[in-house]
């Protein structure tokens, strides 16, 4: 299954913006969908998570009550609204769909399918 992302782009220190992450064919039954994030010379790292059917949530601490994941799941979609940018928020933000897991979101290696990246930089 592909997943595009978008929404990337420059943004002021303070600004906002929102990413978005389809499937290029409609599926049924994700148990999660979660956006990781990797900068120059730096792991990849978690970013935030929901579950598919509770919609239940789970955030970084880097980025909590900054940022907002949400999930449509009539259009297979999932978003991360970030708000109060900061320059370390630079990086290729990557979205991510999990067929299942018991050990968690945070973990990339619990996710089946991975989006191409979207550049997020964020000047101050």
């Known amino acids: 299954v592909q997943l595009q992302a978008s929404g990337g782009g420059p943004a002021q220190a303070g600004g906002s913006l929102r990413l978005s992450c389809a499937a290029a064919e409609r599926r049924f039954g994700w148990y999660a969908m979660g956006w990781f994030r990797q900068a120059p010379g730096e792991e990849r790292e978690f970013v935030a998570g929901v579950t598919w059917r509770s919609g239940r949530k789970y955030y970084a601490d880097s980025v909590k009550a900054r940022f907002t994941v949400s999930r449509d799941p009539a259009k297979d979609t999932v978003y991360l609204q970030m708000d109060s940018l900061k320059p370390e928020d630079t990086a290729v933000y990557y979205c991510?769909?999990?067929?299942?897991?018991?050990?968690?979101?945070?973990?990339?290696?619990?996710?089946?399918?991975w989006g191409q990246g979207t550049q997020v930089t964020v000047s101050s």
């Open positions: 991510a769909a999990c067929v299942y897991t018991t050990t968690g979101l945070s973990r990339s290696e619990n996710y089946d399918y």
